[in-house]
């Protein structure tokens, strides 16, 4: 047990201190819901000794991504300096969040935190030099227009992204209105929302409730850049198709997101943050990406995360079957 408390201390330790870069005299805002609240705890014991102005607030349970907080969690994030949101559910597609950024606030989105996150040997990276190759991949993004993504188990998937601003997500956050989101660490772009063609094997997560790891690969048509047909899956591929059908919205069958992990010591389990950081897959979010670059707004997200992709830029070969290929 105490090993464990110690493990946690130091993940808590590493979010607020190198993370989030908590400075003497900052407004620290640590957002939790009624299952996260012992994370929220390890988050302010951290953040103690460096300010004392940290401020803990309790937000709605919510089952899906992508819900706005509630007003009293919106007044408290835009009088922050850094914002630690820990509910069980991401606000990071939120205008919310979007505004407190743009505010200037510091933003570290922790869904699906627990204990055992805490203690991950993932938040041990070197994130510094990971950002490097972030970095490099935001500026292969913005220069791109055509992306291909195949597999082999079959994905054969096309997006254009001409003219869209790749967003690189190093897992800390250094300057006024940047988002982390530790372990995650990874570059994205919000792809043309009309123009994605193809098929995805799904075959690695589905970080949502009553989803996470797949047994069983589900198969997914894409046409004119949204969900088409869902097969395959098992119940897990029913609980994706209700989820979907549930939102009553075609936004939410948007294809929004393309992103690309780069966290060597990320492992896939089923949790959100680790699964889209973890080095050797990618990622496809559908529903809301209005505050990435793209115009497709609705209060939901959800990521499908694929194993081994070879991808390509504008025929360029960037990755093989999950590692990079660029030498620069």
Same mark, same amino acid.
């Given at each position: 047990?105490?090993?464990?408390?110690?493990?946690?201390?130091?993940?808590?330790?590493?979010?607020?201190?190198?993370c989030g870069q =908590?400075?003497?005299?900052?407004?620290?805002l640590i957002i939790?819901?009624?299952?996260?609240?012992?994370?929220?705890?390890?988050? @302010?014991?951290?953040? @103690?000794?460096?300010?004392?102005?940290?401020? !803990?607030?309790?937000?709605?349970?919510?089952?899906?991504?992508?819900?706005?907080?509630?007003?009293?969690?919106?007044?408290?994030?835009?009088?922050?300096? =850094?914002?630690?949101?820990?509910?069980?559910?991401?606000?990071?597609?939120?205008?919310?969040?979007?505004?407190?950024?743009?505010?200037?606030?510091?933003? !570290?989105?922790?869904?699906?935190?627990?204990?055992?996150?805490?203690?991950?040997?993932?938040?041990? =990276?070197?994130?510094?030099?990971?950002?490097?190759? @972030?970095?490099?991949?935001?500026?292969?993004?913005?220069s791109g227009r055509?992306?291909?993504?195949?597999?082999?188990? #079959?994905? /054969?998937?096309?997006?254009?992204?001409?003219?869209?601003?790749?967003?690189?997500?190093?897992?800390?956050?250094?300057?006024?209105?940047?988002? #982390?989101?530790?372990?995650?660490?990874?570059?994205?772009?919000?792809?043309?929302?009309?123009?994605?063609?193809?098929?995805?094997?799904?075959?690695? /997560?589905?970080?949502?409730?009553?989803?996470?790891?797949?047994?069983?690969?589900?198969? =997914?048509?894409?046409?004119?850049?949204?969900?088409?047909?869902?097969?395959?899956?098992?119940?897990?591929?029913?609980?994706?198709?209700? @989820?979907?059908?549930?939102?009553?919205?075609?936004?939410?069958?948007?294809?929004?997101?393309?992103?690309?992990?780069?966290?060597?010591?990320?492992?896939?389990?089923?949790?959100? !943050?680790?699964?889209?950081?973890?080095?050797?897959?990618?990622?496809?979010?559908? #529903?809301?990406?209005?505050?990435?670059? #793209?115009?497709?707004?609705?209060?939901?997200?959800?990521?499908?995360?694929?194993?081994?992709?070879?991808?390509?830029?504008?025929?360029?070969?960037?990755?093989?079957?999950?590692?990079?290929?660029?030498?620069?």
């Amino acid at each position: 047990m105490k090993e464990k408390e110690n493990l946690a201390s130091r993940g808590a330790r590493i979010l607020v201190e190198f993370c989030g870069q =908590v400075r003497s005299g900052e407004r620290v805002l640590i957002i939790t819901d009624s299952t996260t609240k012992d994370v929220g705890k390890y988050l @302010a014991a951290a953040a @103690a000794p460096l300010t004392d102005n940290v401020k !803990l607030v309790e937000t709605e349970d919510q089952d899906v991504h992508g819900i706005e907080p509630s007003p009293h969690v919106v007044d408290a994030m835009m009088r922050s300096d =850094v914002i630690f949101s820990a509910a069980r559910s991401s606000i990071a597609h939120t205008q919310a969040r979007y505004n407190a950024t743009q505010r200037g606030a510091r933003f !570290l989105s922790l869904p699906e935190y627990d204990v055992r996150q805490l203690s991950s040997n993932s938040l041990t =990276v070197d994130f510094v030099e990971c950002a490097r190759t @972030a970095k490099r991949v935001k500026d292969i993004l913005d220069s791109g227009r055509k992306i291909s993504i195949t597999t082999k188990k #079959g994905t /054969s998937l096309s997006l254009d992204c001409e003219g869209r601003t790749a967003n690189f997500c190093p897992g800390f956050c250094t300057k006024p209105g940047s988002l #982390g989101s530790p372990p995650d660490i990874e570059t994205n772009t919000a792809p043309i929302e009309e123009k994605s063609e193809g098929v995805l094997i799904v075959d690695g /997560s589905i970080p949502f409730k009553g989803i996470g790891l797949l047994e069983e690969d589900i198969v =997914v048509r894409i046409e004119r850049g949204s969900i088409a047909a869902i097969t395959g899956g098992g119940i897990k591929g029913e609980r994706l198709k209700h @989820a979907l059908e549930s939102q009553n919205n075609p936004a939410a069958k948007v294809l929004a997101e393309f992103g690309i992990g780069m966290n060597p010591k990320a492992r896939l389990c089923g949790h959100m !943050l680790e699964d889209e950081g973890c080095a050797g897959t990618v990622h496809f979010g559908f #529903g809301s990406n209005s505050t990435i670059g #793209g115009r497709n707004k609705i209060n939901f997200h959800i990521d499908f995360v694929i194993r081994k992709p070879t991808v390509f830029v504008d025929g360029k070969i960037l990755i093989e079957e999950g590692v990079f290929c660029d030498s620069d």
